[in-house]
């Protein structure tokens, strides 16, 4: 990403620091039906905790930033501009240190972003007077670097002095909703802009920059926990399954066979693999899972399965036992579906389990407790993790 760095700065460095009781700014609202401004309604304490973890956190410093969940990302670094003189000779720079955090929420199409100033300094340029400088901050839609116009996106210009007595700049964009009922998606990428002007000044500025980005999807859906919401794409999901607990061990037992010892699950073939499993290290071998929410598609998977462990097991008595399947009948990667995308290679694994263990971790575990409140939505992909 252009222009943002965690920098260490040799040779001649002036700095000023925020005021340390410096209150937080509220932005003109812009027109109305436009995105609004304002200072974030969460909590201090739960906004200063989350600024706390985020400086000690190391993925917070390298793009895109540390996302602790679906939603809430958090960015820190610093901002360089290049300082010239009227002969377009590169003299100086101008640092922005920043953290940047941004909250989406489950229930509303909007996102929260909330800009912190750390500190400004110089280096070289000597006779730049850094108190009267001017910082403009907005957000950006796209790769464009101008201010987004939907949803609109105020901004903020001030002095670095300005700046450093009220260091904050927020605002909300929304996504509206449309008339039609039906599943809405909308998906945009913000990113922070620093700009950077010397009024009265014999020097140039460089050229607008990006401090940091958001991938960020405003959605409407009717089979997730709420009506109406909002995540950050770039969150890795994982879903995870515990072998050291009772109520979900014959699962994860399962699960862990079908990844690292393909070849002795059924139905077994020479080279088999199995999608899905998070090592904890993203690449681009990744193999993740896919939800799929049709109903028709998903019972198709399960009679699949269920056909397949007759099979290979006879009947059974439903009340002890059933039929576990993996990958799960809500994913693009089961037993039927799968297969079918894969040209006729059955990379899935059954096998008859508790039917309480197999019915809580399909039932709750997987369906109320990670689909619906994570807002994952027909098409969203996910790893899996077993915990042993």
Known sequence: MFGLALVLGMGLVAAISPAAAAAPVDVAA??????????IQFSRLEEDDFE?????TPSAAVDPGWFPDRFAQCRRGTGIHDVFDADNVKVGEVRVSLIIMGFAVDGDRKVDYSVRVLGITKVNAPDLVLGTVSIGMW????????PCAEPAAPSRVDTVSGWL???YFTTILRSPETADPGDQRVQRRFALVLDLATPGQPFLPGPPIEAMYSNVRYDSAKYVGKL??????????????DERLENQDESAQHIRQAFDHPVLTFPSWAGKSVPGKDDGIPSADDEPLTRMYNPALNDANRARSQQICKNLFGEWDGDLVNCDEFPFA??????KNGTEANNGLQRFSV???????NQYVGRQMLEVEFYRPLRILDGDKYFVRVVF
Request: charged share 15%; glycine share 12%; hydrophobic share 45%.
């Open 351 to 357: 096998r008859l389990i508790d039917a309480a263990d």
């Open 52 to 56: 706390t973890q985020c400086l000690a």
């Open 139 to 146: 957000f950006a839609c796209g790769v464009s670097l101008t």
């Open 165 to 167: 007595a009220v260091n």
């Open 330 to 335: 809500s994913t693009y990667e089961g037993s």
């Open 228 to 241: 109406r919401g909002t995540v950050f794409l770039d969150h890795r999901l994982v879903f995870v399954v």
């Open 30 to 39: 812009p027109a109305a039906g436009a995105g609004s401004s304002g200072r």
